[in-house]
């Protein structure tokens, strides 16, 4: 539960609790067949890792899926903790994660209409994407609801992806050319804070974690994150290792962008309202003032650089697009149904081992 009856300070406590005091970095709590078949794999040389036989129809709602995949991708990242890294590249490995992923990328297939726009057209196309969106705004409820918890609770949920923000849309860099690769470079430059460790947006955001007393080590609240929240960040993972969608990576970085500026603004405001400094604000003020140029450089030269070169991915831009639209509105909707109820969002029970104080049995 969001545990109402505790103050903002004693909960602040709570949280800072979970910090020097916490255990070795382990493997997340297993959800489910495909996390104990994995997770058996990846710490017993002896037990091997068949294809999954049975996947479920919604993968996007699938806590066990979604953390299985997860931790598949993980490998090309930082890895995981106490596996060998050979298990990278394991073909048992590879084939486990590819069921999981194509059950995954079918249903966004089967959910995305494919648009077949001209690529001449596909820039309006992207903005007529921002102006359609009609489901609720998660930045807006927050505005006008949101309370220290919502703000710690929302942060655990994006350091899934923002501790390692912008490195999977990176994959994209190799694959591209000219004026495509020229702009990508651009935005994702500002991305790393051109350089300066402190200024990349993942070291922001970090700062922002600090900001709210929660524990801004990478991966640390993997065991809080449902299914639809591991989506989000599964899906850019997924385009970024696979080069055939690479124009859906670079409509999911337009869209990503050009969808940024207005939720970014609201955030800030609101955060601020709530107290926290200027400092745990600075990932969201970045984002505004970059995003402004971003958003153009995406929409002009990044989309229309890669479809002026390769003019048959028009279509694969727009899915990456409505994906991220796709998944983006199942996570506001994942949230707003908890927050609503009085209920945290944070996935239970494997949460209390990285937040302790979290009560058993009130909700998710
Ligand atoms: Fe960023
Ligand atoms: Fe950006």
Same mark, same amino acid.
């Given at each position: 539960?969001?545990?109402?009856?505790?103050?903002?300070? !004693?909960?602040?406590?709570?949280?800072?609790?979970?910090?020097?005091?916490?255990?070795?970095?382990?493997?997340?709590?297993?959800?489910?067949?495909?996390?104990?078949?994995?997770?058996?794999?990846?710490?017993?040389?002896?037990?091997?890792?068949?294809?999954?036989?049975? *996947?479920?129809?919604?993968?996007?709602?699938?806590?066990?899926?979604?953390?299985?995949?997860?931790?598949?991708?993980?490998?090309?990242?930082?890895?995981?903790?106490?596996?060998?890294?050979?298990?990278?590249?394991?073909?048992?490995?590879?084939?486990?994660?590819?069921?999981?992923?194509?059950?995954?990328?079918?249903?966004?297939?089967?959910?995305?209409?494919?648009?077949?726009?001209?690529?001449?057209?596909?820039?309006?196309?992207?903005? !007529?994407?921002?102006?359609?969106?009609?489901?609720?705004?998660?930045?807006?409820?927050?505005?006008?609801?949101?309370?220290?918890?919502?703000?710690?609770?929302?942060?655990?949920?994006?350091?899934?992806? #923002?501790?390692? +923000?912008?490195?999977?849309?990176?994959?994209?860099?190799?694959?591209?050319?000219?004026?495509?690769?020229?702009?990508?470079?651009?935005?994702? !430059?500002?991305?790393?804070?051109?350089?300066?460790?402190?200024?990349?947006?993942?070291?922001?955001?970090?700062?922002?974690?600090?900001?709210?007393?929660?524990?801004?080590?990478?991966?640390?609240?993997?065991?809080?994150?449902?299914?639809?929240?591991?989506?989000?960040?599964?899906?850019?993972?997924?385009?970024?290792?696979?080069?055939?969608?690479?124009?859906?990576?670079?409509?999911?970085?337009?869209?990503? +962008?050009?969808?940024?500026?207005?939720?970014?603004?609201?955030? !800030?405001?609101?955060?601020?309202?709530?107290?926290?400094?200027?400092?745990?604000?600075?990932?969201?003020? *970045?984002?505004?003032?970059?995003? *402004?140029?971003?958003?153009?450089?995406?929409?002009?030269?990044?989309?229309?650089?890669?479809?002026?070169?390769?003019?048959?991915?028009?279509?694969?831009?727009?899915?990456?697009?409505?994906?991220?639209?796709?998944?983006?509105?199942?996570?506001?909707?994942?949230?707003?149904?908890?927050?609503?109820?009085?209920?945290?969002?944070?996935? #239970?029970?494997?949460?209390?081992?990285?937040?302790?104080?979290?009560?058993?049995?009130?909700?998710?």
């Amino acid at each position: 539960m969001l545990a109402p009856s505790l103050s903002p300070a !004693s909960r602040m406590g709570h949280f800072r609790s979970a910090g020097p005091s916490r255990p070795a970095p382990a493997l997340p709590a297993v959800r489910g067949p495909l996390t104990y078949q994995l997770f058996g794999a990846l710490t017993d040389r002896g037990r091997p890792l068949a294809v999954p036989a049975d *996947v479920s129809s919604d993968p996007l709602a699938d806590d066990d899926l979604q953390l299985a995949l997860y931790c598949c991708y993980e490998l090309h990242y930082r890895g995981l903790p106490g596996v060998e890294e050979g298990w990278e590249w394991e073909p048992s490995l590879i084939a486990f994660c590819r069921t999981l992923e194509a059950a995954f990328e079918s249903q966004l297939r089967a959910a995305i209409p494919r648009s077949q726009v001209l690529p001449a057209d596909a820039g309006e196309a992207l903005w !007529s994407l921002t102006r359609n969106d009609e489901g609720p705004s998660l930045s807006g409820w927050l505005r006008d609801n949101g309370t220290l918890a919502h703000a710690r609770e929302l942060a655990i949920h994006r350091s899934g992806y #923002q501790l390692k +923000e912008a490195d999977p849309h990176s994959w994209a860099i190799p694959r591209l050319g000219g004026r495509a690769k020229a702009a990508l470079i651009s935005i994702q !430059s500002d991305e790393y804070g051109n350089g300066r460790e402190k200024e990349m947006h993942a070291s922001l955001f970090a700062q922002t974690m600090d900001a709210l007393n929660l524990n801004s080590h990478y991966g640390h609240y993997l065991d809080c994150l449902p299914a639809p929240t591991l989506a989000t960040t599964n899906l850019i993972t997924m385009l970024g290792l696979h080069r055939r969608l690479r124009g859906a990576l670079v409509g999911h970085l337009a869209l990503f +962008e050009m969808t940024s500026v207005g939720p970014m603004s609201r955030y !800030s405001d609101w955060l601020e309202s709530l107290g926290v400094p200027a400092a745990g604000r600075a990932f969201y003020d *970045v984002h505004v003032e970059a995003d *402004v140029v971003h958003q153009h450089i995406a929409v002009d030269d990044l989309v229309g650089g890669l479809l002026q070169a390769e003019p048959a991915l028009a279509d694969d831009v727009m899915f990456g697009a409505q994906a991220l639209s796709l998944v983006e509105s199942r996570f506001t909707e994942s949230l707003l149904t908890c927050w609503q109820n009085q209920r945290t969002s944070l996935l #239970q029970p494997t949460c209390e081992r990285a937040i302790p104080y979290l009560v058993a049995g009130g909700g998710r």
